[in-house]
């Protein structure tokens, strides 16, 4: 199987504008809770995350977010794995993931 790396925006041009677009709609919200919260900062895949939405709608908020620089895409041919930039993200916006990961522990007060 051979996997390709999406492209994605550079850490440099993360742009704060963008970055609030993306988080604005509650679905790319709860993906980027989720993986603020999973400090093992593991490849998951597009459908691990519980989105109540159409496969085109799914594919649509996946691209916005690594559009934004939130998320690395790798393509396996008839899946993606989608991975948090954690460093980059800490680097460019400190505090923005601690405020998610603090949203799931709200959410999810057993985890």
Excluded: W
Excluded at 22 to 35: G, P, S
Excluded at 98 to 104: I, M, Q, S, V
Excluded at 106 to 111: D, E, G, I
């Amino acid at each position: 199987m051979v996997e390709t790396v999406v492209p994605q925006a550079d850490t440099d041009v993360l742009d704060l504008g963008a970055v609030l677009r993306a988080l604005a709609d509650e679905h790319r919200r709860a993906v980027m809770i989720e993986l603020a919260a999973d400090r093992s900062d593991g490849e998951r895949t597009c459908h691990s995350f519980n989105l109540p939405v159409s496969k085109q709608t799914r594919t649509y908020h996946f691209r916005t977010l690594r559009d934004a620089g939130l998320i690395c895409e790798t393509n396996y041919g008839n899946k993606k794995g989608v991975r948090l930039r954690r460093a980059e993200i800490d680097r460019r916006f400190p505090g923005l993931l601690d405020l998610l990961a603090a949203e799931f522990s709200q959410v999810n007060p057993a985890s």
